[in-house]
Each structure stands twice: as C-alpha cells, then as structure tokens.
C-alpha cells in the first residue's frame, strides 16, 4: 500500500506528462520518417513497430523503478557503474559494428548499445563519490577521484570509435562547477575549444599567440594584488591554449577520422562540399525549411517520402518535425524540450541529499547536450557526430538509457521528503 501511494501521488507527474508526449510523438514522427502505406504502425516490420516493442519494454523499466526501494540506487552506485563499464570493455572485443562503429553487443538483429546505459551508471556514480561524506569539490584529490569516474567511459567509448557519445560525458564537467569546482577548468575547456575552431580558421596563429599573449598580460596585471597562485593558474591556462594552437594540426590529421575531418572542414564552409561530407546538412535544412511556417501535415513530407535525409528517422528525426509541422510544431517541439530542462533542474534544486541533486543536474546536463548538440547539428551549427535526439529518435538503447535516466530521478524526488538534511 505504501509503495502503491508513492507511485501514484508523490511522482512528479508534470514531468510524466512531459515524457509520454515526447515519446508517442516521436514514435509518430518515427512511422512518418519511414512511411510505407502498406504497413500499419504496430508491424514489426518496420521502425515504428519496433520502436512500439521498445516503449513497452520502457514501461516494464518504469514500473521495476518506482517499486526498487530506494535506497537501492545510492548503495549500489558503484555496481552499477562497474557492471556498465564491464560491458563496455568487452564492445570492441566481441561487439558488433553498425554504421561504421562497434558499439553494439548482441546476436544477431537485436542488440544493446552500452554507451546509453553508461550515462546513467556515470551519474549514479559520481552522485555517490559527490555526496559522500566530507567531500568537497575543490580539494585537489578529490576532483582527481572524480575526473577518473568520467574519464574511464570517456576512454572505454573512444576504442569503440564513438566520438560523438564519448563527447556527451564532458558536459558533467558542469556537474562539478555546480557543486563547488573551480571555474578555472571551464573557461580553460571554453577557451580550448573555441581557440580549436579559429586555429582552422585563421592561416597566421600568430595573431592568435599575440591575443593569447595580451589577455594573459591584462590579468596578470588587473590581478597584480592577487596570490602568486592565481598568476600561477592563468599562466598554466593560457600555457594550455597556447598548446592547443601548436598541436590542432596534429589532432587533425592523426586523431579524427577522414569523415570527422571532412564534417569539420564542411561545418566552417557549409558550401565546400553539398554532394558528399555536407549532404546530410545541406538535405536536412532543405527539408526543415520547407515545411514554412505550418508544415505540409502528417505523413505529407515530401522531402521524407523521396528519402532525401538520410537517417532520419534516428539522429535527423528533427527534420521530419520541421516538414510535416513547420515553424508552429518545431516552436512547439523545442518548448517542450525545454520544458522538461527546466522542470528536471527544479526538481535537482528542491532534493535534500547531496546525491539526489548531483544526480538531477547529470540528467539536466545530459538532455541539454542531447536537445543543443541535435538540433544543432541538423541545421548545420555542428558537426554531424551521431547524436540522436531524446524520446525523438529511433533506436531502442537509446530510449531505455534515457528512460532509465529521467525515472530514477523522479524516483528519488518522490523519497525527498525522507531524508533528514541536505547534503
């Protein structure tokens, strides 16, 4: 009876609301992306009726959350995490490869892609060293413990060629500025990847070296009255960018891939390449605006039913929003998204345990990453890296990470009242 009244009146339902409208609507935009007039939605034959296995296999995962005791989640962080990691260890070994990355373990059709599930074992885990007792973030040891928590799925992701999904880890880089570390690492992170792009950009870095140079002259100077340690921290950053700067050409040429490479050259010139490495940004815009201002309706998108956009039922769903809804439903789309972003921090803020909230700002940071860097990448702002779009796009490991991730948290919001302080 008790765990019936949890489920039913302490869950936050707004948020509930929220996840089941992004869900159905995604699985109708999933039929409309691969519309075929002599298959019904439910068929298994097609993505839709697989995407309808999954959602149910979701709420099978709903219940088995809401009725876990609790506690479970803290005390077993690690296991979790462990177990997660394991998995990863063995994709490149024994996985499979699809679409050009061995990410998948399984037999035959059916497969997992552990990388999703990672991303909640990564929050668990470090919601658990962060709200340990006695933990600060700024003590030197302790946010080396908890770096070495992000990197290791970080690297484990990178054998497997994942470049996009290994990026999304470095959004809890956020996490730890929210509980008490240093901005410093932030700006420096910024400042290397904004330094990165202008390097491809700007033939001379010797203007970049001398723009390096003021900025680091201005501080020191503006900050002469500090400690020598905080000189000693700026020099170290601007050392850091001055790196950057000699090794982009290497990271280039030897680290990213020839498909990586050519993605990034068309991103800094969208027209340098239509036909190849930009075809799927350059199709997908053409899609997305034409749609106009209302869309041409459901399952009407001409652009969709000539196959223009390719994927895009998974990482360019976004398209198939914009040409059958147009401007009205990718206004609506986005919203809501960012209603959800909101309504999940609001529910980080209100926790009352350390781990509860470290863990409800890995999941606001996580959909943030997903929702930009998606959207992002479909109207050619970013880099086309594989990043599918929450509860939107197809793919079962993806819905199953992200639900996993969402409904712990409002599992732990209904407990909130059962704990005695804030951490």
Not at 227 to 238: E, N
Request: net charge positive; hydrophobic share 55%.
């Amino acid at each position: 009876m008790r765990q019936q009244e949890i489920i039913t009146h302490k869950i936050d339902w707004l948020t509930v609301l929220l996840y089941a409208t992004m869900v159905i609507w995604g699985w109708l935009n999933i039929y409309s992306a691969t519309f075929d007039e002599s298959q019904s939605i439910f068929s298994m034959d097609i993505n839709s009726g697989k995407q309808m296995f999954f959602m149910m296999i979701s709420l099978g995962l709903i219940l088995a959350i809401l009725i876990i005791d609790v506690r479970f989640y803290e005390t077993f962080a690690y296991v979790i995490y462990g177990a997660i990691m394991f998995l990863l260890l063995l994709v490149p070994i024994i996985g499979k490869e699809v679409g050009g990355n061995r990410a998948w373990l399984g037999v035959g059709s059916f497969g997992i892609q552990p990388s999703e599930f990672a991303k909640f074992a990564t929050a668990l885990a470090l919601a658990k060293l962060i709200g340990s007792v006695g933990f600060k973030m700024d003590n030197l040891r302790n946010q080396l413990m908890a770096f070495g928590l992000l990197l290791l799925p970080i690297g484990l992701i990178l054998l497997q060629k994942d470049y996009g999904t290994a990026m999304v880890f470095t959004v809890f880089i956020l996490v730890f500025y929210r509980e008490g570390m240093s901005p410093f690492l932030l700006l420096v992170g910024l400042g290397v990847a904004v330094i990165f792009i202008l390097t491809l950009l700007i033939e001379n870095n010797w203007y970049l070296f001398g723009a390096i140079g003021v900025v680091w002259a201005l501080v020191i100077w503006f900050n002469r009255r500090k400690k020598m340690k905080r000189h000693l921290f700026v020099t170290a950053g601007a050392l850091v960018l001055v790196v950057t700067i000699v090794s982009v050409e290497f990271i280039f040429e030897n680290l990213l891939e020839p498909h990586h490479q050519k993605r990034v050259m068309v991103l800094l010139d969208p027209d340098s390449d239509r036909m190849g490495a930009g075809y799927h940004v350059y199709q997908s815009k053409v899609a997305i605006g034409s749609g106009g201002f209302s869309g041409k309706g459901f399952l009407q998108g001409t652009q969709t039913k000539l196959k223009f956009v390719p994927e895009q039922f998974t990482d360019f769903i976004f398209c198939t929003i914009g040409e059958e809804h147009g401007w009205i439903g990718s206004l609506l789309m986005i919203g809501i998204f960012i209603g959800l972003l909101m309504r999940v921090i609001f529910l980080a803020e209100r926790q009352k345990s350390r781990f509860s909230r470290v863990y409800g700002y890995s999941v606001a940071c996580i959909f943030f990453f997903h929702f930009a860097t998606n959207i992002a990448m479909t109207i050619g702002l970013f880099p086309v890296i594989g990043i599918p779009l929450p509860f939107f796009s197809y793919g079962g490991s993806s819905l199953l990470g992200f639900t996993v991730l969402l409904f712990i948290l409002l599992k732990l919001d209904a407990h909130r009242m059962n704990v005695l302080h804030r951490g």
